[in-house]
């Protein structure tokens, strides 16, 4: 028993110790019963360094499939060696992807005052306790040198009233000014716009993997639920580098 324990530890060694290669084409079969599964084709597949296993990742969600499409793992690599965690790495790689794809235009940001240290980008619901909380802290955020995006993500869902709240501040003439207003519980005019991108920000925030709000996306790609004050959040950003 010692010495299968022992020729696992060695095996999962070889095999986190060593970068992931390269992308893959899998067969219909494969595909179909990933359709069957996740209700949609993987974002990426790669090859892993053990030989019958793939890395399959459906936006920031990482998989490992045998190749003979028997079996699914669903947990975290880690690098013995140097004890990094592969898995969380290749995570936070897929997030950036991910956010890179945002457009700014469709962002509510209040910017660093003077010099701009930090940048995080804020899944938000209109109605959350601690989204407001943490709203009341910008100007101090602010004056620390971070920058602040919000993206919508209200958590009641599609037709709710957070919902139609978030299309109302993104659709208003004054984002910042509709935002600042809501987090104060004052009213919002009723605003409807067609290039409203509150439910695409909803799908985003799910695809990241946001579970609640505040989610905070930092620059690296790693993902930091729930509220911070902005003095221990700037600590925070400083110590890992964001």
């Known amino acids: 028993m010692q010495a299968r324990k022992l020729f696992s530890l060695f095996l999962l060694t070889m095999l986190v110790s060593l970068p992931l290669q390269a992308e893959v084409e899998l067969d219909s079969a494969l595909k179909e019963k990933l359709v069957s599964v996740f209700g949609g084709q993987p974002d990426q597949v790669s090859e892993t360094p053990l030989k019958e296993l793939l890395e399959v990742t459906y936006g920031a969600q990482v998989f490992y499939l045998s190749k003979d499409g028997d079996y699914l793992i669903n947990g975290e690599m880690f690098d013995l060696n140097t004890r990094t965690n592969l898995t969380k790495q290749r995570l936070a790689e897929a997030r950036?992807?991910?956010?890179?794809q945002v457009d700014?235009?469709?962002m509510i940001i209040y910017k660093a005052k003077g010099k701009e240290k930090h940048v995080i980008s804020v899944f938000t619901d209109i109605d959350c306790v601690y989204c407001r909380k943490l709203h009341k802290g910008m100007d101090e955020m602010n004056a620390l040198g971070i920058t602040v995006r919000y993206l919508a993500y209200p958590r009641a869902g599609l037709n709710s009233p957070s919902y139609d709240k978030a299309v109302s501040v993104w659709c208003a003439g004054d984002r910042n000014k509709a935002m600042d207003s809501a987090k104060n519980e004052d009213k919002?005019?009723?605003?409807?716009?067609?290039?409203?991108?509150?439910k695409a920000q909803m799908q985003l925030g799910q695809s990241v993997g946001v579970s609640g709000?505040?989610?905070?996306?930092?620059?690296?790609?790693?993902?930091?639920?729930?509220?911070?004050?902005?003095k221990r959040l700037a600590e925070t950003l400083e110590k890992n580098g964001n």
């Open 96 to 100: 950036q992807s991910l956010m890179a």
């Open 104 to 106: 700014e235009s469709d």
């Open 188 to 198: 919002v005019s009723n605003q409807r716009c067609d290039n409203a991108p509150v």
């Open 213 to 230: 709000t505040p989610a905070m996306v930092f620059s690296d790609g790693s993902l930091m639920p729930g509220y911070l004050p902005p």
